[in-house]
């Protein structure tokens, strides 16, 4: 059963003024996300690639009671994220929490300005590159919090190290999946590599909900509402019971033990290389 919006409230520690920031936040989970962030206190910041739909859903929050700012930028344009990082690093003393929420599913093989395939440069490689950027000042302990949205259908995916970006073979479920297993990789690596007192990284499968992603792009109705698709990010970015936890997998706010392949060493750290190459951190 998911807790009630009074469970949330009464179990939450979160002070008022701590800042979140929450990707893809103008509509669907993401706002719904935000949305029930903002209940807990919290003063969010909603991010999205137009600046009318920011806008709205900020507006949003704040006719619901809550504070929010919003941020502009395309993770599609790695020097779109790290202008955002910038911005991010200016207008904010620190940021407390980062859901990387934002995601495509793309039916056709596009290419981005940066060379690699949309779908793997949106759902992976621009949160990786947006949270290494904002653990370099911004987003710090004590108790800061990264969660990043997954999903089921990593559990079909792959990791393609030969041919990342599916120049031969494309399938929109597959670089989906793909991307979603890179979700995972990437939070038990990040994990390894972070002390949780500088901060803390979790993933999550949100559930099955009649998104614009999923009826879109799956051409599929989910059985979940919104707010339940929501939940397990709100938990993980609120709740007291998560406190120094990190480097693990939930569904429907309890841990839960993710596909095989999610689990290899070795990928993920092939990964974190291949990343840091082609986001040019090293």
Same mark, same amino acid.
């Given at each position: ?75 599609? %344009? ?8 910038? @911005? !991010? &690093?200016? +207008?904010? =003393?620190?940021?407390?929490?980062? /859901? #990387? ?77 793909? %991307? ?8 038990? @690596? !990040? &994990?390894? +590599?972070? =002390?949780?007192?500088?901060?803390? /990284? #979790? ?80």
């Amino acid at each position: 059963m998911l807790p009630t919006w009074e469970s949330f409230e009464e179990k939450s520690r979160m002070a008022d003024g701590r800042i979140v920031l929450v990707t893809g936040a103008t509509d669907g989970i993401g706002l719904r996300t935000a949305l029930d962030i903002a209940r807990t206190g919290a003063r969010l910041v909603v991010h999205g690639r137009s600046p009318a739909r920011v806008d709205k859903a900020r507006k949003t929050i704040e006719e619901a009671g809550g504070r929010a700012e919003g941020i502009t930028f395309d993770f599609a %344009s790695l020097a779109s994220v790290r202008q955002g990082a910038e @911005e !991010l &690093a200016r +207008r904010f =003393p620190r940021l407390d929490v980062l /859901v #990387n929420n934002a995601g495509v599913y793309m039916n056709e093989r596009v290419v981005t300005e940066d060379g690699q395939e949309t779908t793997f440069q949106v759902n992976h490689l621009g949160p990786f590159l947006l949270t290494n950027l904002l653990l370099k000042g911004t987003l710090t302990g004590p108790g800061a919090r990264i969660i990043n949205v997954s999903s089921i259908a990593h559990s079909r995916g792959r990791m393609s190290f030969e041919d990342p970006q599916l120049a031969r073979g494309f399938s929109p479920y597959g670089a989906y999946a793909q %991307s979603k297993l890179a979700n995972i990789l990437f939070t038990f @690596e !990040l &994990a390894e +590599r972070l =002390p949780a007192e500088q901060a803390t /990284v #979790n993933c999550l499968h949100p559930g099955v909900v009649s998104t614009k992603l999923l009826t879109e792009g799956f051409g599929m109705q989910g059985n979940d509402t919104v707010e339940e698709a929501a939940a397990t990010s709100v938990y993980l970015a609120t709740s007291p019971e998560v406190e120094g936890v990190t480097g693990r997998y939930f569904v429907r706010q309890r841990e839960a033990s993710p596909a095989p392949q999610a689990q290899d060493t070795g990928a993920r750290r092939r990964l974190w290389e291949l990343s840091e190459q082609l986001c040019s951190l090293r």
